[in-house]
């Protein structure tokens, strides 16, 4: 498939710049992949798409302060690093910008020095690989010194971190929020147990293969990049349950669906464990493991827009986009939602 097959044209005043106060009153459009009908609806009517004994997939990461600014020790010139994912020992890969005057050996400063990243090498994705050298707790300084990395579309700042954060994040390590989850509330979680609903947690640190823009004219010779997973035996054995009673599985965002599409046998059986996953998912992919998916409306041509087309079929997605963008819905990472089932 060609990458204008996943291309639609968005008023760049529809892009949310900032979340609305109340998580759970964004818009809700509601897809029937079946037969392309839309319903209209606001984001807490969800829980009236549930039946008792269904299942919600809950992505449990926790967005850390990334995005560190700094200046390069030799010339004092100023350098952004972002973090993408540890590879232990205090390595991480990042993102530089301006990545051309990042070059290996070189160190970049930030807090005075109370934090080095030092260069050590390149990546095939035009990031680089550095070693971190402090003398205090990592995870304090980066508390102190980093900012929520939120994407560059967003030109307002933001003003509560937390916002940015689902309210059901535990597990620090992402370099981005599984926006779809953004508008859950604890009251609204709340009455979708009392329906019934088990919520099952697993863990997806979102980095670069979320993100990652698709530079290929053949779709299918994109390469995602590994993010690392974790689902706990108990959260398996809910979603197995969940299926082996007939209820429906739902996937709340892209990276709860990638992580379950990546441990899930021919059967949709999950198998509990933690890895590496790079599984792209675009038309033509045959699901085993979801039934309904919560996500937010994506960008042109993205990687995202290609796993809801998989899942709905591409004509009944760019139909909905354009749906959507007639009703003046929000788009992207503060934006409104859909709910396909």
């Known amino acids: 498939m060609k990458l204008e097959d996943f291309d639609f044209d968005l008023p760049e005043k529809l892009i949310a710049q900032e979340p ?14 079946t037969t392309g009908e839309i319903e209209h609806k606001i984001f807490e009517d969800v829980v009236n798409y549930f039946e008792q004994g269904d299942c919600l ?27 993408l994912k540890s ?14 005057k990042a070059r290996i050996g070189d160190e970049v400063i930030f807090g005075d020095g109370r934090l080095i990243a030092k260069i050590i090498d390149d990546t095939d994705f035009g990031g680089r690989i550095v070693k971190f050298l402090y ?21 307002k700042k933001l003003q509560d971190k937390n916002r940015y954060q ?11 929020a599984p926006t779809a989850g953004l ?25 670069l293969g979320t993100f990652r823009p698709v530079k290929v004219e053949n779709i299918e010779e994109h390469k995602m990049h590994a993010e690392y997973y974790e689902i706990s035996k108990k959260t398996a054995e809910v979603i197995n349950s969940t299926r082996q009673a ?11 669906t990638r992580t379950l599409e990546t441990v899930a046998d021919v059967n949709g059986q999950i198998k509990p464990g933690s890895g590496w996953s790079d599984i792209f998912i675009y038309p033509g992919y045959n699901f085993k493991a979801i039934d309904g998916l919560i996500t937010n409306f994506h960008l042109p041509k993205s990687t995202l827009i290609m796993l809801v087309s998989a899942f709905a079929g591409r ?11 007639s009703e003046r819905y929000k788009f992207f990472s503060f934006g409104d939602a859909m709910l396909i089932m």
């Open 246 to 256: 007939g209820r429906k599985v739902f996937a709340v965002g892209t990276t709860s």
């Open 315 to 325: 004509e009944k997605i760019l139909n909905a986009y354009k749906e959507a963008v």
């Open 57 to 83: 997939v809950l992505n449990n990461t926790k967005v850390i302060p990334a995005r560190l600014i700094g200046y390069r020790k030799k010339t004092n010139g100023k350098i952004e690093v972002v973090l």
């Open 135 to 155: 003398s205090d707790s990592f995870e304090e300084i980066l508390n102190e010194l980093g900012q929520m990395p939120t994407p560059p579309y967003i030109k």
């Open 20 to 33: 609305i106060k109340d998580r759970s009153k964004s818009r809700l459009l509601v897809l029937n992949k």
């Open 166 to 176: 689902t309210v059901y994040a535990q597990v620090p390590g992402s370099a981005a």
């Open 183 to 207: 508008h859950f509330t604890e009251e609204l979680l709340k009455k979708i147990k009392e329906k019934g609903i088990s919520i099952a947690f697993i863990t997806l640190h979102v980095g």
């Open 87 to 100: 590879i232990g020992s205090d390595i991480w890969e990042v993102l530089v910008k301006p990545g051309h």
